[in-house]
């Protein structure tokens, strides 16, 4: 009996690989002889760097950068010297976790510290680098990134632009010819699940604004900023990808990603698992269980289990998810390869208790899982 374990992390509680171990705890207590292949998931959000580096023996690196509020912090990064890889979390340098509720801006707040981390991937000597842009806490167009990268943005006195998605809106010219020329050399990669445009009723500002601090009003400004970011770009390159799938992720990072470095963007689930192999460790499973804290309808837009489940099925394999909640239209991902779904708790608990308690409730229902399919299978 082959069971892979290709669960994400559950976010404020445990990591991906915390995830996978627990569940194999369970798996073992009732099938001692099974094996268990652990393999820790993500999607392009938290936790892509280390279930990369856990899988391929890579190297995580640390860099002092600026956060989006421009305070100084330390942001870790994957490395992988084989093949000269650099996996960046944008939401290390730049995500809305560094920001406390109360002073999330997202008109002044800048992905300047993402564009240090490539700098620092460059130095490096990376010739791919992959960028996981979920969870950000600016909506600045990618503009703080680019000007990291070399990129003049000049008013129109020609002083150099403030950070922040606002401020774009008094850009008066830009300037490529500053930007840093070993980045013609380097193949970079987008992993999101996001394919939103960059402006517009399904833009960045409007979408996404909110979680961040903006109001209704600063929506509009916000929106208005970037069209007018978007409309010079497209005077000074060979072609406006503003309205393309994708632009408006991370708060237009997408824009200056496909815009500026020839990006390419695909699902952030498919790069984690054509990089820890989950291809190869679902061929010849019995069983493959996988999971996230909250497992409901948003799981379809290329979340892990989704992406886990589509390899899975076609390769014939079934697929059982365990997730700290199951929310609205969680039963839609059963057309989707998932076979069935399992919430952990059993009873009333708080949130905090059940993040606490993670460990022990994932062993227990794996624990279940375990006797079912021997009773199923009359072993």
């Given at each position: 009996?082959?069971?892979?374990?290709?669960p994400?992390?559950?976010?404020?509680?445990l990591?991906a690989a915390g995830?996978?171990?627990?569940?194999?705890?369970?798996?073992?207590?009732?099938?001692?002889?099974?094996q268990?292949?652990?393999?820790?998931?993500?999607?392009?959000?938290?936790?892509?760097?280390?279930?990369?580096?856990?899988?391929?023996?890579g190297q995580?690196r640390?860099?002092?950068?600026?956060?989006?509020?421009?305070?100084?912090?330390?942001a870790?990064?994957?490395?992988?010297?084989?093949?000269?890889?650099?996996?960046?979390?944008m939401?290390?340098?730049?995500?809305?976790?560094?920001?406390?509720?109360?002073?999330r801006?997202?008109c002044?707040?800048?992905?300047?510290?993402?564009?240090?981390?490539?700098l620092?991937?460059?130095?490096a000597?990376?010739?791919?680098?992959i960028?996981?842009?979920?969870?950000?806490?600016?909506?600045?167009?990618?503009?703080?990134?680019?000007?990291?990268?070399?990129?003049?943005?000049?008013?129109?006195?020609?002083q150099?632009?403030?950070?922040?998605g606002l401020?774009?809106?008094?850009?008066?010219?830009?300037?490529?010819?500053?930007m840093?020329?070993?980045?013609?050399q380097v193949r970079?990669?987008?992993?999101a699940?996001?394919?939103?445009?960059?402006?517009?009723e399904?833009?960045?500002?409007a979408?996404?604004?909110?979680?961040?601090?903006?109001?209704?009003?600063?929506?509009?400004?916000?929106d208005?900023?970037?069209?007018?970011?978007?409309?010079?770009?497209?005077?000074?390159l060979?072609?406006?990808?503003?309205?393309e799938?994708?632009?408006?992720?991370?708060?237009g990072l997408?824009f200056a990603?496909?815009?500026?470095?020839g990006?390419?963007?695909?699902?952030?689930v498919?790069?984690?698992?054509?990089?820890v192999?989950l291809?190869?460790?679902?061929?010849?499973?019995?069983?493959?269980i996988?999971?996230?804290?909250?497992?409901?309808?948003?799981?379809l837009?290329?979340?892990?289990?989704?992406?886990?489940?589509?390899?899975?099925?076609?390769?014939?394999?079934?697929v059982?998810?365990?997730?700290?909640?199951?929310?609205?239209?969680?039963?839609?991902l059963?057309?989707?390869?998932?076979?069935?779904?399992?919430?952990?708790?059993?009873?009333?608990?708080?949130?905090?208790q059940?993040?606490r308690?993670?460990?022990?409730?994932?062993?227990?229902?794996?624990?279940?899982?375990?006797?079912?399919?021997?009773?199923?299978?009359?072993?």
């Amino acid at each position: 009996m082959k069971i892979t374990i290709a669960p994400d992390s559950f976010k404020d509680s445990l990591s991906a690989a915390g995830v996978a171990q627990a569940i194999a705890l369970g798996l073992a207590e009732v099938w001692p002889e099974a094996q268990l292949l652990q393999c820790p998931m993500a999607d392009g959000g938290e936790g892509t760097v280390a279930s990369i580096l856990a899988a391929c023996a890579g190297q995580q690196r640390s860099t002092q950068v600026q956060g989006p509020l421009g305070t100084q912090v330390q942001a870790h990064w994957g490395w992988l010297p084989e093949s000269h890889t650099a996996i960046i979390e944008m939401a290390e340098a730049s995500g809305l976790q560094l920001v406390p509720l109360a002073q999330r801006d997202a008109c002044t707040s800048s992905t300047f510290g993402t564009g240090e981390l490539i700098l620092a991937a460059l130095d490096a000597g990376a010739r791919r680098i992959i960028l996981a842009i979920g969870g950000s806490a600016t909506n600045d167009g990618g503009a703080g990134a680019l000007q990291a990268l070399g990129l003049k943005l000049l008013d129109r006195q020609g002083q150099v632009l403030p950070r922040g998605g606002l401020a774009l809106a008094e850009l008066a010219s830009i300037g490529l010819e500053t930007m840093d020329p070993r980045l013609a050399q380097v193949r970079f990669e987008i992993a999101a699940d996001v394919n939103n445009p960059l402006c517009g009723e399904q833009g960045a500002s409007a979408i996404f604004g909110p979680q961040k601090g903006a109001s209704a009003q600063q929506v509009q400004q916000l929106d208005q900023a970037l069209g007018h970011f978007a409309e010079l770009c497209a005077g000074v390159l060979p072609r406006d990808v503003r309205d393309e799938p994708g632009s408006g992720a991370a708060g237009g990072l997408g824009f200056a990603a496909k815009a500026f470095l020839g990006a390419q963007f695909r699902p952030g689930v498919e790069v984690v698992a054509e990089l820890v192999g989950l291809e190869q460790a679902v061929r010849g499973a019995d069983l493959v269980i996988t999971g996230e804290g909250r497992f409901d309808a948003q799981t379809l837009r290329g979340k892990t289990p989704y992406g886990v489940a589509q390899i899975a099925r076609a390769q014939g394999v079934p697929v059982l998810v365990l997730a700290g909640t199951l929310g609205d239209g969680y039963q839609q991902l059963y057309a989707h390869g998932v076979d069935a779904a399992f919430a952990l708790t059993s009873g009333p608990m708080s949130l905090e208790q059940a993040c606490r308690e993670a460990p022990r409730l994932l062993r227990e229902r794996a624990a279940d899982i375990a006797r079912v399919w021997r009773l199923a299978a009359g072993q």
